[in-house]
């Protein structure tokens, strides 16, 4: 088992230090000059696809505003209602574990003196209690009561990043401009480059 771990730990750690690796396109354009209109088309259309992903973009990050405010207001009720229920549950959990204290207490103290008398009468029956009582002892331990989840406040911050999260800029505009570029003739060639932890 540990030695499985480890070499878990291992791997994890080369794994972290392994090579990182960025994507960068090289553009050939075509040799005939005739395909510069092309070229430009292909520009134009993927600078208007960047304004309109753009206004997009900010149009989503105004409204996940509302929606945050909207949730906020259902979080803020359920949040309130868990706490009511919360504040019950500690009131029973104070009472059970009184009861569960005050059991302990006297459990503990007949141990102690069936203890005593095992030890120093060589009692039997006093013996069979003491096993019977550490055993009963030992299940109370592991019922002790616990104290009930507080639930968490809602903060708008919270509800407003989980809100923005789903909006994007990456709207496809380079994918859709590589595509035009080879459609007029040019050549797009991928390149991995290494920028961390090279050989």
């Known amino acids: 088992m540990y030695r499985w771990l480890l ?13 990182r690796y960025v994507i960068k396109n090289e553009y050939i354009p075509p040799a005939s000059s005739r395909s510069q209109p092309c070229l430009n088309n292909c520009s134009l259309i993927r600078q208007g696809c960047q304004d309109q992903c753009q206004r997009n973009y900010q149009y989503c990050l105004d409204d996940a505003y509302g929606k945050a405010k909207a949730v906020e207001m259902d979080e803020q009720r359920a949040y309130e209602m868990a706490y009511s229920r919360y504040q019950m549950d500690v009131m029973r959990f104070e009472m059970d574990l009184r009861h569960w204290q005050r059991d302990y207490y006297d459990y503990s103290r007949d141990l102690s003196h069936f203890q005593r008398q095992c030890e120093q009468n060589k009692d039997p029956n006093a013996c069979k209690r003491r ?4 055993r009963y002892m030992s299940r109370l331990s592991h019922d002790r009561p616990r104290e009930p989840w507080v639930p968490t406040r809602p903060t708008f911050e919270q509800i407003l990043v989980n809100q923005q999260s789903f909006c994007t800029t990456n709207c496809g505009c380079d994918q859709h ?7 007029c003739g040019g050549q797009v060639i991928v390149h991995k480059i290494c920028v961390e932890n090279c050989d």
Not at 131 to 134: N, Q
Request: negative net charge; proline residues 4%.
């Open 177 to 183: 401009y590589d595509t035009c570029f080879v459609g």
């Open 7 to 19: 070499w878990v730990c291992i791997a994890l750690l080369f794994a972290g230090c392994g090579p």
């Open 131 to 134: 096993d019977e009582l550490r």
